[in-house]
């Protein structure tokens, strides 16, 4: 196994990483084939994860959260990689949409939704990405027209996360002209059962982690009261989603990190088994030249995406460094995991092998939370 000393673990985390781990090896691990076919994961685990303490580790206490930090959340991010547990929408739900609320919303919508957030009572999604805007979020479509004491919300969402359980949704929409940019973007909350008119379209099926429900949206005349824009103060929308991008990009990078080293791992532990003309693969030169290139490129991902963490701990993480750190360490998983691929031959190509789970699960990292494209756009602007 690669040794993962990260400077920022003390004794606190590995006790809380320990029981991540024994939590997922009782309570995901044996169902995660089942809901890799079924398409999602059974609505019941989150209200175990929310009784285990999992959900919304980051939101203080009085909200019904743990009260750690970023670092709680790097912790369950990287125990989802390393035990192959693939396909929970948590990083959405409590890594996401849980600090906008608590970054940004009315003391009366933290008290609302935050504490149904720890416990796993709501699943929460945000709902930026449509049919035609992919990375531009100033040109969303959905509009929320203000009709006395509340708004009437009509457009379509794709590529949701969380699509199929989300009871709330945070929605990117335009509160005044449609075609205006970013100064007409607000936050909307929509509360599913609360809500006629909201619907979810199909469960999409995806090259990979298939047991992570997403889904279409739509809404037709969806009427939710004005107190649900988050924050109260319509037009803040765009603000808010630069704020937070930053967090959200560093958890796909560190999911990439942890993801080279369960990669990694998985096939250290097949080279030394399998043989070939008489010995191990992993006797063989060119394999031990992979497998070398593949832990130098982990160890500098970790070494790398560590001290972004810590950045991001104390405030100091600027929306460029986030676009760094999600370019670069999900571009060399991709490159990492189809090295190791490679090393299984046929193998490799057969789905009830880790190796090929892991493989399409991680070509996703490269497109959601901002396309590398985007993210050198972002990182050119600031040379």
């Known amino acids: 196994m690669i040794a993962r000393n990260s400077a920022w ?4 985390l590995q006790i809380f990483s320990d029981s991540v781990r024994k939590f997922f090896e009782r309570e995901a691990i044996p169902h995660n084939a089942r809901w890799n076919q079924e398409g999602k994961i059974d609505r019941q685990f989150w209200n175990k994860a929310g009784e285990a303490g999992l959900l919304c580790v980051t939101i203080p206490e009085e909200y019904g959260g743990m009260g750690g930090d970023f670092r709680h959340e790097a912790v369950i991010v990287q125990q989802e990689q390393w035990t192959h547990f693939s396909g929970w929408g948590n990083g959405v739900h409590s890594g996401i949409c849980a600090p906008y609320i608590h970054s940004y919303g009315t003391e009366e919508q933290k ?22 805007t992919g990375s531009d979020l100033q040109s969303v479509r959905t509009m929320a027209r203000r009709e006395g004491d509340a708004y009437v919300i009509n457009g379509q969402k794709t ?15 335009k509160t005044g002209d449609v075609s205006g940019g970013a100064k007409n973007i607000s936050l909307v909350v929509v509360e599913a059962d609360k809500a006629p008119g909201y619907r979810r379209g199909r469960n999409l099926d995806k090259v990979g982690l298939h047991a992570q429900d997403t889904s279409e949206l ?14 109260g103060e319509e037009g803040r929308g765009f603000y808010q989603l630069m704020q937070q ?8 990078a560190l999911g990439s990190v942890a993801g080279m080293e369960a990669a990694i791992d998985v096939t250290v532990d097949y080279v030394k088994q399998r043989k070939a003309f008489g010995k191990a693969l992993l006797d063989f030169q060119n394999t ?20 972004y963490i810590m950045r991001l701990v104390r405030g100091e993480l600027s929306p ?29 190509f057969m789905m009830e092998y880790p190796i090929a789970r892991m493989f399409a699960d991680a070509r996703v990292q490269r497109i959601y939370g901002g396309t590398s494209e985007i993210m050198r756009l972002l990182i050119s602007r600031a040379l």
């Open 288 to 307: 031990q030249f992979v497998l070398a290139d593949c832990k130098a490129d982990a160890v500098v991902a970790r070494t790398f995406v560590d001290e």
């Open 245 to 252: 991008l930053p967090r959200e990009r560093l958890i796909i």
């Open 159 to 173: 590529f949701i996360t969380n699509g199929q359980h989300a009871d709330l949704i945070i929605v990117v929409c």
């Open 111 to 132: 008290k609302r939704w935050l504490p149904k957030l720890a416990t796993g009572e709501l699943v929460a999604a945000i709902a930026m990405t449509e049919p035609g």
């Open 218 to 231: 739509f809404f037709d005349d969806v009427r939710v009261p004005v107190e649900n824009v988050l924050g």
């Open 9 to 12: 673990m003390d004794e606190e």
């Open 320 to 348: 460029e460094e986030g676009a760094v750190a999600k370019l670069w360490a999900c571009e060399t998983h991709g490159r990492v995991v189809d090295k190791c691929l490679q090393l299984f031959g046929g193998y490799g």
